[in-house]
């Protein structure tokens, strides 16, 4: 059986004797699409927290490629391969589209170098198929903040990817998006899947639908259930903990 790229075993984490995950377990392969539900509380942004080490788990491993991501800090995390997008889009609203994803394919990451430095032409080619990728090419001199809130949530997918992470960590991608750019976003995050492991969290049902990706269902810190979404959805414990509920 293939390894895992990223595993988690038994985690739990404790916030002053509130149990925000319990004892999950849960692994992903490398080039893997995965979509994450649950009620608010469920532990969603939890689960996100500890892989990327804003959270050290209570107990429990939590390893990439074979090696213990516990105690590493998050710039370390995110250096060795795994990138997260946080819900509200973070972009330099004051720098234009390209300025953007140039300042996120450089090569070299401190602040000084990144404002004088020329970026290489691997990057800079980089740079243009990224724009045209995520269709903001017409866009490349328009400053960030007057992007639309889709494109903005476009863009910060982009400058993850420039910075060619091996997993994708996307919280809540399309929220606040129309049923259009709802759509073209799925579109985009399947695209990515094979050359990036990637795991989505998200409260849309239509666009969990529209990825066609294993669907994982956690409630109250602990893993439900998983399978495809027309099965997960047919459980009778989705259905009283989280689909049945009104959308929150």
Do not use: C
Request: aromatic share 6%.
């Amino acid at each position: 059986m293939t390894k895992p790229l990223l595993e988690l075993k038994d985690v739990s984490v404790s916030f002053d004797g509130f149990y925000a995950l319990t004892d999950l377990s849960l692994t992903l392969q490398k080039g893997e699409l995965k979509s994450i539900i649950g009620p608010n509380g469920a532990g969603k942004t939890t689960f996100l927290d500890v892989i990327t080490g804003k959270v050290r788990p209570t107990k429990g491993s939590v390893t990439f490629k074979g090696k213990s991501l516990i105690g590493l800090s998050e710039q370390r995390i995110s250096r060795d391969g795994i990138g997260r997008k946080f819900q509200t889009p973070r972009v330099f609203e004051n720098l234009t589209v390209q300025r953007n994803l140039e300042l996120s394919a450089s090569p070299q990451k401190n602040a000084f170098s990144l404002l004088v430095d020329r970026l290489p032409t691997p990057s800079k080619d980089e740079v243009q198929r990224l724009m045209s990728y995520v269709g903001l090419s017409p866009f490349a001199s328009t400053q960030a903040g007057s992007l639309s809130h889709g494109q903005k949530q476009w863009l910060a997918i982009a400058m993850l990817v420039a910075q060619s992470p091996e997993v994708l960590l996307l919280d809540e991608p399309v929220a606040g998006l129309t049923d259009e750019e709802t759509f073209r976003t799925a579109e985009l995050i399947k695209s990515l899947a094979g050359d990036h492991t990637v795991v989505v969290i998200e409260h849309d049902m239509e666009f969990i639908r529209d990825l066609n990706a294993p669907v994982t269902v956690l409630h109250q810190g602990q893993l439900l259930t998983e399978g495809p979404l027309d099965q997960v959805k047919q459980d009778p414990r989705v259905i009283e903990v989280y689909l049945g509920q009104a959308d929150d």
